[in-house]
T-cell receptor, first 115, second 113 residues
Framework: GAGVSQSPRYKVAKRGQDVALRCDPI?????LFWYQQALGQGPEFLTY????????KSGLPSDRFFAERPEGSVSTLKIQRTQQEDSAVYLC?????????????FGPGTRLTVT | GDSVTQMEGPVTLSEEAFLTINCTYT??????LFWYVQYPGEGLQLLLK?????DKGSNKGFEATYRKETTSFHLEKGSVQVSDSAVYFC????????????FGTGTQLKVEL
């Protein structure tokens, strides 16, 4: 079936604006992850959902970052009052089984540029 | 804390050359280890994995062996192709059984004719 999809693929925001990034995981996948990838770096963990429950948000860099997955499928990552240091590619990944949640399927990412 | 260290790129090879990309990890817990690949313009794809010491992961001609004694998981391929040009990321699971992954900084591979 279809893979993980993310929208928009590119987003330019002025400093101080709020943005919302969407992730559609593979149908039936229980686990969902968000990662942040700065230019030239590896992805860094932000947060993890198991169905609709947010079980780990230890990687969210500040209280300006908020993620939700209200019905256990689509997820939204919201960044309030964007700053230049928020410029990065935001990756979403999903996994079918909780017991093998380390086998993650990644979406193409949303490239956020804050000007 | 958990970390993964990979050799810096870019690595430039001629087609049919032997490839090694080094990866070491911090010796905390009993992680599962992975190699992900990112082709130009595409998302990260799982290339191979190993879940315990001495396991060998393999896929598409690539191999990596989980070496606990050297805390390493080096990626190898006997004969690279131009189509292997991509960025390769080594990753580990978090200590304590968490599902999040810790990635290295990535190694860009360029294969030329």
């Amino acid at each position: 079936g279809a893979g993980v999809s993310q929208s928009p693929r590119y987003k330019v925001a002025k400093r101080g604006q709020d943005v919302a990034l969407r992730c559609d995981p593979i149908s039936g996948h229980v686990s969902l992850f968000w990662y942040q990838q700065a230019l030239g770096q590896g992805p860094e963990f932000l947060t993890y959902f198991q169905n609709e429950a947010q079980l780990d948000k230890s990687g969210l860099p500040s209280d300006r970052f908020f993620a939700e997955r209200p019905e256990g499928s689509v997820s939204t990552l919201k960044i309030q009052r964007t700053q230049q240091e928020d410029s990065a590619v935001y990756l979403c990944a999903s996994s079918l089984e909780v017991s093998r949640a380390y086998e993650q399927y990644f979406g193409p990412g949303t490239r956020l540029t804050v000007t | 804390g958990d970390s993964v260290t990979q050799m810096e790129g870019p690595v430039t090879l001629s087609e049919e050359a032997f490839l090694t990309i080094n990866c070491t990890y911090t010796a905390t817990g009993y992680p599962s280890l992975f190699w992900y690949v990112q082709y130009p313009g595409e998302g990260l794809q799982l290339l191979l994995k190993a879940t315990k010491a001495d396991d060998k992961g393999s896929n598409k001609g690539f191999e990596a062996t989980y070496r606990k004694e050297t805390t390493s998981f080096h990626l190898e391929k006997g004969s690279v192709q131009v189509s292997d040009s991509a960025v390769y990321f080594c990753a580990r699971t978090a200590t304590g059984g968490g599902n999040k992954l810790t990635f290295g900084t990535g190694t860009q591979l360029k294969v030329e004719l």
